[in-house]
């Protein structure tokens, strides 16, 4: 990863990492960059027949913080606003699904992801 990279880029890098992390894991990606009115999840996949709704966050260095803590109550909304019309538009409605979050940190030309299975549930209040 080169210093200075945009921030879109380095997102879609991080979404890269994440799918091939998936996958090597036996997750089958169904779609990338989901979009609705209520917003866009990075990855949809499944996890045997567990749909899985997969936030990606990726960042450089320690300067920003933890990848994990950028996903804000805020962004859980949205994010279940977008898997409900997902099941909603594929008919998926009883499916089990949960909610995952990778964190990607690039250090120099290396990466340390953490991923996290059920990192949070659908809020209460959408």
Same mark, same amino acid.
């Given at each position: 990863?080169?210093?200075?990279?945009?921030?879109?880029?380095?997102?879609?890098?991080? $979404?890269? $990492? @994440? !799918?091939?992390?998936?996958?090597?894991?036996?997750?089958? +990606?169904? @779609? *990338?960059?989901?979009? &609705?009115?209520? =917003?866009? +999840?990075?990855?949809? @996949?499944?996890?045997?027949?567990? +749909?899985?709704?997969?936030?990606?966050?990726?960042? /450089?260095? $320690?300067?920003? =913080?933890?990848?994990? !803590?950028?996903? /804000?109550? *805020?962004?859980? *909304?949205?994010?279940?606003? /977008?898997?409900?019309?997902?099941? &909603?538009?594929?008919?998926?409605?009883?499916?089990?699904?949960?909610?995952?979050?990778? =964190?990607?940190?690039? !250090? =120099?030309?290396? @990466?340390?992801? /953490?991923? +996290?299975?059920?990192?949070?549930?659908?809020?209460?209040?959408?």
């Amino acid at each position: 990863m080169r210093v200075g990279q945009g921030r879109r880029d380095l997102g879609q890098h991080g $979404e890269r $990492e @994440a !799918e091939k992390f998936l996958c090597a894991q036996r997750y089958a +990606i169904v @779609a *990338r960059n989901y979009r &609705s009115p209520f =917003g866009e +999840i990075d990855l949809i @996949a499944l996890d045997h027949l567990t +749909i899985v709704f997969v936030e990606v966050r990726t960042h /450089t260095g $320690e300067a920003f =913080g933890d990848p994990l !803590e950028s996903v /804000t109550a *805020r962004k859980q *909304r949205q994010i279940a606003k /977008t898997a409900l019309h997902y099941l &909603s538009c594929h008919r998926l409605h009883g499916r089990a699904a949960r909610f995952d979050v990778i =964190g990607i940190r690039w !250090e =120099g030309e290396g @990466a340390h992801l /953490t991923h +996290i299975k059920g990192a949070f549930d659908l809020p209460r209040s959408l």
